[in-house]
């Protein structure tokens, strides 16, 4: 069984960085589709960035200000989060998939909030 633990998020100013990490265990990160997602209080969740068939597919919200990368070696993911708006304010979410061909929605991290000051 695949878990995923997130860790990084914080409280940062608009136009701030943040970088998150999940860290895998159970599993290879190589061979799982990986994804973020987020939540925001009231709303559904929402992707921001998934990975898998072989291509990387953002948000319109968050494209070209968010970057997803991973460390094999490692087995962690990571989101590094720039220019920073108050409406990126969510819990965001690791998750993978058990195949790189599919959708990363098998396992779910427990989240790691992040809170964007005006």
């Known amino acids: 069984q695949v878990q995923l633990v997130e860790s990084g998020g914080g409280l940062v100013q608009a136009g701030g960085s943040l970088r998150l990490s999940c860290a895998a265990s159970?599993?290879?990160?190589?061979?799982?589709?990986l994804g973020w997602f987020r939540q925001a209080p009231g709303k559904e969740r929402e992707f921001v960035v998934r990975?898998?068939?072989?291509?990387?597919t953002y948000a319109d919200s968050v494209k070209g200000r968010f970057t997803i990368s991973r460390d094999i070696a490692k087995n962690a993911l990571y989101l590094q989060m720039n220019s920073l708006k108050p409406e990126d304010t969510a819990v965001y979410y690791c998750?993978?998939?058990?195949?790189?061909?599919?959708?990363?929605?098998?396992?779910w991290g427990q989240g790691t909030q992040v809170t964007v000051s005006s």
């Open positions: 159970g599993g290879t990160f190589s061979t799982y589709s």
């Open positions: 998750a993978a998939g058990r195949s790189r061909s599919s959708y990363p929605n098998d396992y």
């Open positions: 990975w898998y068939g072989g291509w990387i």
